[in-house]
């Protein structure tokens, strides 16, 4: 049984910096893709940043990169997203997923792709 289980939301002012953190058991996570996705109220889940198996290679949307950093520890099957320059509209409940097998970067961004899922981290952004 795979259990991912994020921390480290919160809220936060505009401009403020959180980090989340993303707990793995059950299975080894590092050995594919991991990303994290958000869904904002109304709106459809997504997807935020992935990193690759080795942790080589990093990929974000658009709307986070260059303030978000997507990381993983893999001795400690954890995988981290550091927040910063935070906006209102990064308001939003965060998930963690991880990928049961091998798939290519240019389906990072597809959250049907991944197998595993947390349970979501509430952030808040205030302005």
């Known amino acids: 049984q795979v259990q991912l289980v994020e921390s480290g939301g919160g809220l936060v002012q505009a401009g403020d910096s959180l980090r989340l953190s993303c707990a793995a058991s059950?299975?080894?996570?590092?050995?594919?893709?991991r990303a994290w996705f958000r869904q904002a109220p109304g709106k459809e889940r997504e997807f935020v940043a992935a990193?690759?198996?080795?942790?080589?290679?990093?990929y974000y949307a658009d709307s986070v990169k260059g303030r978000f950093t997507i990381s993983g520890d893999n001795a400690k099957n954890t995988l981290y997203l550091q927040m910063n320059s935070l906006k209102p509209s990064d308001t939003a409940v965060y998930y963690c997923?991880?990928?049961?097998?091998?798939?290519?970067?240019?389906?990072?961004?597809?959250?049907?792709?991944?197998?595993?899922w947390g349970q979501g981290t509430q952030v808040t952004v205030s302005s």
């Open positions: 059950g299975r080894t996570l590092s050995r594919y893709a």
């Open positions: 990193i690759n198996w080795s942790g080589g290679s990093t």
């Open positions: 997923a991880g990928a049961a097998s091998y798939f290519g970067s240019s389906w990072y961004p597809d959250l049907s792709r991944y197998a595993y």
